[in-house]
């Protein structure tokens, strides 16, 4: 299969449209038929339905594979810039919402710096292709465990830090008084439902064998004070690392005592290190 297909074929099924498609990848709309018609006639079935247009059930099938194919094309072509090209200056660092530990944030260089922050699972596929020279991805963890993270390209990950984690909650509410909260026991509660600003409600599920965690509210942004204040104003309960959820207004910040799991912070890369890069990772990986 010819990518040049496969990614104008991902472009109409993400538009839904061939003109729109046409515009974003800078071809013919005549062009974008013959691409879809080339690719359907290599596989021997329709993909798409033109009235809407929409995949067919051999196009699900497909998108299936196309996307992480296309990413692994373009961690190629970065990876193998990387090693050709000389440093180029400043540092760019993508990092997810609540891997911007005070350490982390405190460790970036004064100058020459570019943050991208981002949903947790565009992190590793940003330094991948090169979009990111760094990036600092964070999750859910028995303590020293790595975490699981997508295959999306040879990556080396570091870990740079844990911390303990807190259920943040009004200070209104029955359990605010506890010393310690059981996952377990809060699996029935009223949660917020966000991915990308806070530890997202599948990693809450996993760690509690699979189950429960239905979502009151769903946030769907990145912004970390906007995830506090949500459950401060008792839209839902959230569970933050230690520096993120104490000090909230009108919030208190339980500790989690079972299980007994850590936020872990990973530092992402690819290739070998150097300049700018090279000394936030050694700063990062020192003791802190």
Known sequence: MDPHLLRTYAT??????????????????????QHIAALEQD?????????????????????EHV???????????????????????????AAAPTALTPRAVAALPAAGVTLRVLPREEVPAAVATGAADLGLVDG??????????????????RGVGEELVRVLLPATHPLARRPGLRLGDLADARWLDAPDAGLPLSHLRAANGGHGFRPSLRYEGTDVRTLTALAAAGHGL????DSAATGVPGAVAVPLTHPRVVHRTELVYA??????????????GAPG
């Not at 996307?67 to 193998?80: E, H, I, M, S």
């Not at 290739?271 to 050694?282: D, Q, S, V």
């Open 12 to 33: 109409v099924a993400r538009l839904a449209s061939f003109s729109e498609a046409a515009r974003e990848l800078g071809y013919t709309q005549s062009a974008v038929s």
């Open 43 to 63: 596989l021997g079935a329709p993909l798409l339905t033109r009235r809407p247009v929409a995949p067919t059930a051999a196009g699900d099938r497909l998108l």
């Open 67 to 93: 996307g992480p194919l296309l990413l692994r094309l373009d961690a190629a072509r970065a990876d193998v810039v990387r090693m050709a090209a000389a440093p180029a200056p400043g540092l760019t660092l």
């Open 140 to 157: 859910l963890a028995a303590l020293s465990d790595p975490l699981r993270l997508p295959d999306v390209a040879p990556l080396t990950t």
């Open 238 to 241: 959230t569970l933050l690392p």
């Open 271 to 284: 290739g070998p290190l150097g300049g700018a890069a090279a000394t936030l990772a050694e700063v990062l």
